[in-house]
């Protein structure tokens, strides 16, 4: 499989702040999420593979390319889409129109190529029928799609999106899921998410940040796979267990070591994650 | 990490598309077609309704340069800060910023045809009415009043001045990311214009000290109340040409001073000699005006 994200020890520093702290990553084609609490470091491992901040130490190889040379960059960037997770949108553009902005900035120049390809993206997220909207009058979640269809324009090889289903509705996101699962197929995509549920709908891989270090990379089944038999439930909170919480059927799932005598059950990628993160911290503590 | 390397017929091939777009943003901005609606609506009370304790003149330049001008440094300022709310996404894409900056200054252009296209109806307009015959500069060439240099020169400071406006709205947005920048820009321009303006006004106007400092200013009007009766009918002191060139080295000053920001490696290099250059050209074009 052809490695398309190589990161090697990338050391990213806001004042004293270490957001990324030696990280070091392989990527090949496919649907990857980004978990980690807030603060982990998922923003800006997603800045430096986009391309729109330069680590502060470490090489980072993208598409083959050198991102630290200039031309390599510009050659990146050619073939990338990027979300970010605060997406803000000049004003007074419509949606059709702030998508040609970016297309024009994309290198599309030919102006009847670039409109077949802007009604391509936007029906392609759902919003051919309100192109010709503001921005202004379209609600969160509209944003949201209109912030993917910029980046997948040209059908870019790397996409990567910052907490993409944020603000969307169930239906939406169901939406959503269907259209990366497809993306994935022939594009590198990386998403940060806190919806454990969208890594185990989508993913095929799943890398883990926790204060700036990646405390797992692997396959999603092998994520899952390290809490089996750390999972049970019961019918009231268990403190011996890391982290529980309350299940639809008003059952408590825990995950730890389970005591004796307990229901244990199969874990999902929510369970897996508590377990990493909560046993990351405890050490820490 | 906001330099370019694109080829140059493709960075130009951008750069057109992004102009056309950013020129389209520029003319529908309210604060442009309010302007352009003042101007036109000072057009038509010029031609219907002369002013006669002006001798029936009115000044367009000055007309334009107040709407056209001073709007622009609003509409400028927009259109940059605007455009940067997207500035967590704008970095990934290939087109780098200074491109992005060409692109705003061409749209600069818009108030500059909007002004060349008011003047020519003024014109137009004052054909079909002779008796307010001063369109568009209070001095006329025909009659002797004024040379055919000095009448180009001044009647180019209002298109210049649209540009340099919004120009400025541009830099402003580029450098200073304080809220409410391009206001205060426009108030400080307002205040220092009209402190300079008044200082080149009737024989104050002959001291040293007001022409050193009227001359400085971006705009400048020429027609001077020798008779401090109200009535326009010599040329100030110094050399419009001169003022002209000034006032177009400092356009250039402006947009070498928005693209400056972000940029890196050889272009900030080839900019900042452009700069110098444009620098040395206000200079000498400065004393020109003053002297000349």
Same mark, same amino acid.
């Given at each position: 499989?052809?490695?398309?994200?190589?990161?090697?020890?990338?050391?990213?520093?806001?004042?004293?702040?270490?957001?990324?702290?030696?990280?070091?990553?392989?990527?090949?084609?496919?649907?990857?999420?980004?978990?980690?609490?807030?603060?982990?470091?998922?923003?800006?491992?997603?800045?430096?593979?986009?391309?729109?901040?330069?680590?502060?130490?470490?090489?980072?190889?993208?598409?083959?390319?050198?991102?630290?040379?200039?031309?390599?960059?510009?050659?990146?960037?050619?073939?990338?889409?990027?979300?970010?997770?605060?997406?803000?949108?000049?004003?007074?553009?419509?949606?059709?129109?702030?998508?040609?902005?970016?297309?024009?900035?994309?290198?599309?120049?030919?102006?009847?190529?670039?409109?077949?390809?802007?009604?391509?993206?936007?029906?392609?997220?759902?919003?051919?029928?309100?192109?010709?909207?503001?921005?202004?009058?379209?609600?969160?979640?509209?944003?949201?799609?209109?912030?993917?269809?910029?980046?997948?324009?040209?059908?870019?090889?790397?996409?990567?999106?910052?907490?993409?289903?944020?603000?969307?509705?169930?239906?939406?996101?169901?939406?959503?899921?269907?259209?990366?699962?497809?993306?994935?197929?022939?594009?590198?995509?990386?998403?940060?998410?806190?919806? =454990?549920?969208?890594?185990?709908?989508?993913?095929?891989?799943?890398?883990?940040?926790?204060?700036?270090?990646?405390?797992?990379?692997?396959?999603?089944?092998?994520?899952?796979?390290?809490?089996?038999?750390?999972?049970?439930?019961?019918?009231?909170?268990?403190?011996?267990?890391?982290?529980?919480?309350?299940?639809?059927?008003?059952?408590?799932?825990?995950?730890?070591?389970?005591?004796?005598?307990?229901?244990?059950?199969?874990?999902?990628?929510?369970?897996?994650?508590?377990?990493?993160?909560?046993?990351?911290?405890?050490?820490?503590? | 990490?906001?330099?370019?390397?694109?080829?140059?017929?493709?960075?130009?091939?951008?750069?057109?598309?992004?102009?056309?777009?950013?020129?389209?943003?520029?003319?529908?901005?309210?604060?442009?077609?309010?302007?352009?609606?003042?101007?036109?609506?000072?057009?038509?009370?010029?031609?219907?309704?002369?002013?006669?304790?002006?001798?029936?003149?009115?000044?367009?330049?000055?007309?334009?340069?107040?709407?056209?001008?001073?709007?622009?440094?609003?509409?400028?300022?927009?259109?940059?800060? =605007?455009?940067?709310?997207?500035?967590?996404?704008?970095?990934?894409?290939?087109?780098?910023?200074?491109?992005?900056?060409?692109?705003?200054?061409?749209?600069?252009?818009?108030?500059?045809?909007?002004?060349?296209?008011?003047?020519?109806?003024?014109?137009?307009?004052?054909?079909?009415?002779?008796?307010?015959?001063?369109?568009?500069?209070?001095?006329?060439?025909?009659?002797?009043?004024?040379?055919?240099?000095?009448?180009?020169?001044?009647?180019?400071?209002?298109?210049?001045?649209?540009?340099?406006?919004?120009?400025?709205?541009?830099?402003?947005?580029?450098?200073?990311?304080?809220?409410?920048?391009?206001?205060?820009?426009?108030?400080?321009?307002?205040?220092?214009?009209?402190?300079?303006?008044?200082?080149?006004?009737?024989?104050?106007?002959?001291?040293?000290?007001?022409?050193?400092?009227?001359?400085?200013?971006?705009?400048?009007?020429?027609?001077?109340?020798?008779?401090?009766?109200?009535?326009?009918?010599?040329?100030?002191?110094?050399?419009?040409?001169?003022?002209?060139?000034?006032?177009?080295?400092?356009?250039?000053?402006?947009?070498?001073?928005?693209?400056?920001?972000?940029? =890196?490696?050889?272009?900030?290099?080839?900019?900042?000699?452009?700069?110098?250059?444009?620098?040395?050209?206000?200079?000498?074009?400065?004393?020109?005006?003053?002297?000349?």
């Amino acid at each position: 499989m052809i490695r398309t994200v190589h990161l090697s020890e990338v050391v990213q520093h806001y004042g004293s702040a270490c957001a990324l702290d030696a990280v070091s990553l392989s990527l090949t084609p496919g649907v990857t999420g980004l978990l980690g609490p807030n603060g982990a470091g998922k923003t800006s491992l997603l800045r430096v593979l986009a391309t729109v901040q330069e680590p502060v130490s470490g090489t980072v190889s993208l598409l083959g390319l050198d991102a630290s040379d200039e031309r390599d960059r510009t050659s990146i960037r050619r073939r990338l889409g990027y979300v970010p997770q605060e997406l803000g949108f000049p004003r007074g553009f419509t949606a059709f129109g702030f998508v040609e902005y970016m297309a024009v900035l994309k290198e599309w120049v030919d102006a009847e190529r670039r409109r077949a390809e802007v009604r391509r993206v936007l029906a392609l997220v759902g919003l051919g029928s309100v192109a010709t909207t503001k921005v202004t009058k379209l609600s969160g979640g509209m944003r949201r799609r209109l912030g993917l269809a910029q980046a997948l324009l040209g059908s870019p090889e790397m996409l990567l999106l910052d907490e993409p289903t944020t603000g969307l509705d169930p239906e939406q996101r169901a939406a959503f899921r269907a259209l990366l699962l497809d993306v994935g197929r022939n594009a590198t995509l990386v998403v940060s998410t806190h919806q =454990t549920e969208d890594v185990a709908a989508v993913c095929d891989r799943v890398v883990v940040l926790d204060d700036g270090k990646a405390v797992f990379d692997g396959p999603v089944p092998e994520f899952v796979g390290h809490a089996t038999g750390r999972v049970w439930v019961g019918d009231a909170p268990d403190g011996s267990a890391l982290a529980h919480r309350r299940t639809a059927s008003g059952r408590y799932r825990h995950v730890g070591s389970p005591p004796a005598g307990s229901e244990v059950i199969a874990p999902d990628v929510e369970d897996a994650y508590l377990l990493l993160v909560n046993a990351a911290q405890e050490v820490t503590r | 990490m906001s330099t370019s390397v694109a080829e140059p017929a493709q960075r130009r091939q951008v750069l057109g598309a992004l102009a056309r777009l950013q020129a389209r943003r520029y003319a529908r901005h309210p604060v442009f077609v309010v302007a352009v609606l003042l101007v036109l609506l000072g057009i038509f009370q010029a031609v219907t309704a002369p002013d006669a304790d002006n001798g029936g003149e009115w000044d367009a330049t000055l007309s334009f340069v107040i709407w056209l001008g001073l709007s622009g440094v609003i509409v400028g300022y927009r259109l940059t800060v =605007t455009e940067d709310k997207a500035i967590d996404l704008l970095p990934s894409a290939p087109t780098n910023q200074a491109v992005r900056t060409q692109a705003l200054f061409i749209a600069c252009l818009v108030p500059v045809l909007a002004t060349v296209a008011l003047m020519a109806l003024y014109g137009l307009a004052n054909l079909a009415v002779p008796e307010t015959s001063a369109a568009p500069f209070h001095l006329r060439p025909d009659t002797g009043e004024i040379g055919w240099p000095d009448y180009l020169a001044s009647v180019l400071e209002a298109p210049v001045s649209a540009f340099g406006g919004a120009a400025l709205g541009v830099v402003v947005a580029r450098w200073a990311r304080v809220t409410g920048a391009g206001v205060l820009a426009v108030i400080l321009l307002f205040l220092v214009e009209v402190i300079a303006l008044g200082a080149g006004e009737g024989a104050v106007g002959d001291a040293l000290w007001a022409r050193l400092l009227v001359n400085l200013m971006p705009y400048r009007y020429w027609a001077f109340q020798g008779a401090g009766d109200g009535v326009y009918t010599t040329m100030a002191p110094g050399s419009a040409v001169g003022h002209i060139v000034y006032a177009i080295a400092l356009c250039g000053l402006a947009v070498t001073a928005g693209i400056l920001k972000g940029a =890196t490696g050889t272009l900030r290099t080839s900019w900042i000699r452009t700069g110098a250059i444009l620098f040395g050209i206000a200079a000498v074009s400065y004393l020109w005006a003053v002297f000349g």
